[in-house]
């Protein structure tokens, strides 16, 4: 699953390479997975002005993994598009699954 070069294990949990699109209409997290960058694709509707993007991810990402946001951190991309996360406590396979949940083909 190409997915998983986008997750990695760290020492105490997972690290998440994600790519932001800030201020869109709608929020969807995870929005797609980009082969060519290697990285989540994530659509945020908080523009990208005060690090209101930057918290929203921070906040989507705690509830989809049901991580308390202390957990979620951001590594680098401070002000960037393309961002590191590190999830306190998880481990890849997790983190995959709930993001991309296998779907039924019934």
């Known amino acids: 699953m190409p997915v998983s070069d986008a997750v990695r294990i760290s020492p105490d949990g997972v690290v998440i390479d994600i790519e932001v699109t800030p201020g869109t209409k709608t929020v ?10 290697k990285r989540i694709e994530v659509r945020l509707s908080e523009p990208a002005q005060k690090g209101r993007a930057n918290q ?4 989507f990402l705690a509830v989809l993994l049901g991580v308390k946001v202390s957990e979620v951190t951001l590594v680098s991309g401070l002000t960037a598009h393309r961002k590191t996360v590190h999830v306190r406590g998880m481990d890849a396979e997790q983190v995959i699954e709930l993001l991309f949940p296998p779907v039924d083909k019934d």
């Open 28 to 37: 969807q997290v995870p929005s797609g997975y980009n082969t060519w960058r």
């Open 56 to 59: 929203q991810l921070l906040e």
